[in-house]
């Protein structure tokens, strides 16, 4: 039975898993979820990830969901190069530590100012409030600082001279902004530097491909919620972003 991977390429880690896995030509067939359309919500996807979320892997009888484990077992499972996931103890190691602290920082971030700068707009019908749109721009500099001065430091990339898991989920978190006209690699040469590196090292055509989907128009469908509905996801949106 074929590995199926269940993806919404506007997603962050999805698009990780997909690049991942095409730039190392592992075979899966394309589920995909669209999250816009509350498709991660139904009973039948509850059965492949309980938690509802994306991205998902099921692989005949077993399934796995989050991003970091899913990457992991496909890098085991197919024998990709060992850079990606280094059998040195100390490379290793980086990027566990990457990995482990990516998702309550660049994960968040970065999906926090692109809903207060995308979305709540369209919810609000005015710009999110400045002074929180400040905040979260001055969060997501001070994660860039640590990223260039913390994780990369002098190499080309995080675990050394060759791209591993660390900076595929890096950079896709950093691309999330520039779907809202936020560009995150203005005036910070060495991190646009890497973003190149890394968009040679997987091939610039796929990595534009799979970021097709954040930058095309989207039909978001707000105007169909009733009255109550859109007051509870503006709330939740505003509540989301504090």
Not at 158 to 183: K, R
């Amino acid at each position: 039975m074929a590995l199926e991977l269940y993806l919404d390429l506007f997603s962050q880690p999805c698009r990780a898993v997909y690049i991942f896995a095409k730039a190392n030509g592992i075979p899966f067939v394309f589920k995909e979820v669209a999250l816009i359309q509350g498709q991660h919500k139904t009973e039948e996807y509850g059965k492949v990830n309980p938690m509802k979320k994306v991205p998902a892997l099921k692989d005949g009888d077993f399934t796995l969901s989050e991003s970091n484990a899913i990457l992991r077992y496909l890098a085991r499972k197919f024998k990709t190069p060992d850079h990606w996931y280094p059998s040195d103890l100390q490379k290793c190691a980086r990027v566990d530590e990457y990995l482990s602290w990516q998702h309550t920082n660049t994960r968040k971030c970065n999906s926090k100012l692109y809903t207060a700068k995308a979305l709540l707009p369209l919810l609000l019908g005015q710009p999110a409030p400045p002074e929180r749109l400040e905040q979260l721009m001055k969060e997501l500099n001070e994660i860039l600082d640590l990223l260039e001065d913390k994780f990369l430091q002098d190499r080309a990339f995080v675990a050394g001279s060759d791209i591993s898991l660390a900076d595929l989920l890096a950079v896709v978190d950093f691309m999330q902004p520039l779907g809202a006209g936020y560009d995150v690699f203005e005036g910070r040469p060495k991190l646009a530097a890497w973003r190149s590196r890394v968009q040679q090292a997987v091939g610039k055509e796929l990595f534009e491909e799979a970021h097709r989907e954040l930058f095309r128009e989207r039909d978001w469908k707000f105007d169909r919620l009733s009255p109550e509905e859109k007051e509870q996801l503006t709330q939740n949106m505003l509540k989301y972003v504090q």
